[in-house]
């Protein structure tokens, strides 16, 4: 059973770092991409980062980029984001996900749609 569990949310307040992990059991995505969503209350769930195969390519929603960081440890099978300079408007539950198939399109990494495992979320509230 493939499961991909986060860790690392809490309440942090505006301008602070956190660091979250995704730890994915059940088969390893050392070929596939995996990327971070979020859903803030009342919104649609969001794209906000998602990161190659090998870790070479890097992807962000431009409400993130210049903040986050996205990267991986293949050996570890896990996935982090690390969240500097955190805003109000960051304030949502954050969901990890991997793909299971490989895709050569770089657009392809920035739909949910094409996401085949999720984690549960864990929840960041950024206080003002």
């Known amino acids: 059973q493939v499961q991909l569990v986060e860790s690392g949310g809490g309440l942090v307040q505006a301008g602070g770092s956190r660091r979250l992990s995704c730890a994915a059991s059940?088969?390893?995505?050392?070929?596939?991409?995996m990327g971070w969503f979020r859903q803030a209350p009342g919104k649609e769930r969001e794209f906000v980062a998602a990161?190659?195969?090998?870790?070479?390519?890097?992807y962000y929603a431009d409400s993130v980029k210049g903040r986050f960081t996205i990267s991986r440890d293949n050996a570890k099978n896990t996935v982090y984001l690390q969240m500097n300079s955190l805003k109000p408007e960051d304030t949502a539950v954050y969901y990890c996900a991997a793909q299971s198939a490989y895709y050569t399109r770089n657009d392809y990494y920035t739909r949910g749609a094409l996401y085949d495992y999720w984690g549960q979320g864990t929840q960041v509230t950024v206080s003002s």
């Open positions: 059940g088969r390893t995505f050392s070929s596939n991409a």
């Open positions: 990161i190659s195969w090998s870790g070479g390519s890097t």
